[in-house]
């Protein structure tokens, strides 16, 4: 986790952005993380569960965030802000392509946006002896991209900024594209 947390300050840093929106914010350790640094930030999941959880941490940590229940495609343009959080979410989509697209309405003007790097997530996991009756793939997974195919996904509204590969993932901060 220490790579995955280096890449994700260093691009937070590098975004230079002041505000952020985190979509799939799970129990808000990255929309916390975001706080501290001195963002404005807003989180939403679409796991009822997980929200209780989130706004729990949230007041443990001292932090103002409000999170909201909310699925990617029902976010709106009243939803955008400079930088959208779309950490360990796509995997989990049905429609990766619309979601991306929906992500590029949001983000005005950054994405920060990691998935597992496959297929090096499902044999890490056969290795540790889970998912072994998914030949490794994680509950919830539906889709799985290697570190090319990722950016694939994103070029057609973004431009790519910067790539890590923290073990054992793909992180990528982009920039809507400009029209015209």
Same mark, same amino acid.
């Not at 002041?18 to 808000?28: F, H, K, L, R």
């Not at 994680?138 to 694939?152: A, E, K, M, Q, S």
């Given at each position: 986790?220490?790579?995955?947390?280096?890449?994700?300050?260093?691009? +937070?840093?590098?975004?230079?952005?002041?505000?952020?929106?985190?979509?799939?914010?799970?129990?808000?350790?990255?929309?916390?993380?975001?706080?501290?640094?001195?963002?404005?930030?807003?989180?939403?999941?679409?796991?009822?569960?997980?929200?209780?959880?989130?706004?729990?941490?949230?007041?443990?940590?001292?932090?103002?965030?409000?999170?909201?229940?909310?699925?990617?495609?029902?976010?709106?343009?009243?939803?955008?802000?400079?930088?959208?959080?779309?950490?360990?979410?796509?995997?989990?989509?049905?429609?990766?392509?619309?979601?991306?697209?929906?992500?590029?309405?949001?983000?005005?003007?950054?994405?920060?946006?990691? +998935?597992?790097?496959?297929?090096?997530?499902?044999?890490?996991?056969?290795?540790?002896?889970?998912?072994?009756?998914?030949?490794?793939? $994680?509950?919830?997974?539906?889709?799985?991209?290697?570190?090319?195919?990722?950016?694939?996904?994103?070029?057609?509204?973004?431009?790519?900024?910067? +790539?890590?590969?923290?073990?054992?993932? $793909?992180? +990528?901060?982009?920039?809507?594209?400009?029209?015209?």
């Amino acid at each position: 986790m220490n790579g995955f947390l280096g890449a994700f300050d260093d691009f +937070v840093g590098l975004s230079g952005a002041t505000s952020a929106i985190e979509v799939g914010c799970g129990e808000a350790e990255l929309s916390i993380r975001l706080a501290r640094r001195g963002l404005a930030v807003r989180g939403c999941d679409v796991a009822d569960a997980v929200l209780p959880i989130a706004r729990q941490r949230i007041a443990e940590a001292g932090v103002d965030i409000d999170v909201w229940r909310a699925d990617v495609l029902s976010l709106g343009p009243e939803h955008a802000d400079e930088m959208v959080v779309c950490c360990e979410v796509l995997e989990h989509v049905d429609d990766p392509r619309e979601a991306v697209q929906r992500l590029s309405v949001l983000a005005r003007p950054f994405l920060l946006t990691s +998935v597992p790097r496959e297929p090096l997530w499902r044999v890490l996991n056969v290795c540790r002896g889970k998912y072994l009756g998914a030949l490794g793939n $994680t509950p919830g997974h539906v889709n799985h991209w290697n570190r090319d195919g990722f950016l694939d996904l994103l070029r057609p509204h973004f431009e790519i900024m910067a +790539v890590r590969s923290p073990f054992p993932w $793909t992180m +990528v901060l982009c920039r809507v594209k400009r029209e015209g």
